[in-house]
């Protein structure tokens, strides 16, 4: 695999699994499980906000607002494991 690719796999790879402690936490804090008045958890969740709400809140103005579900990060997914599947072992070597 060419370097890109690897350099591309690599960051939604990281991406994949960043989307995934995200959409798990959110659940959790939904369900008070995790209570954000404890600072880890205060602290991951702003942390994964600050990284993550870049990237859906394009995705978030082009989607329709069903208010209670937040379909960015569907999208998001989606799109994720379509490049990794689809578009990476197209780039030639």
């Known amino acids: 695999m060419p370097p890109i690719a690897t350099l591309l796999d690599?960051?939604?790879s990281v991406l994949f699994f960043f989307?995934?402690?995200h959409i798990i936490?959110?659940?959790l804090i939904?369900?008070?499980v995790l209570n954000m008045g404890q600072p880890i958890v205060a602290q991951?969740?702003?942390g994964l906000n600050r990284l993550l709400n870049p990237i859906y809140?394009?995705?978030r103005q082009v989607l329709p607002d069903t208010r209670p579900l937040d379909l960015a990060p569907l999208v998001i997914f989606i799109g994720v494991i379509w490049v990794r599947s689809s578009i990476i072992p197209l780039i030639p070597i």
């Open 10 to 12: 690599l960051v939604l």
């Open 19 to 21: 989307m995934i402690a």
């Open 25 to 27: 936490m959110s659940w």
């Open 30 to 32: 939904n369900f008070q």
């Open 44 to 46: 991951i969740w702003h």
């Open 57 to 59: 809140d394009p995705i």
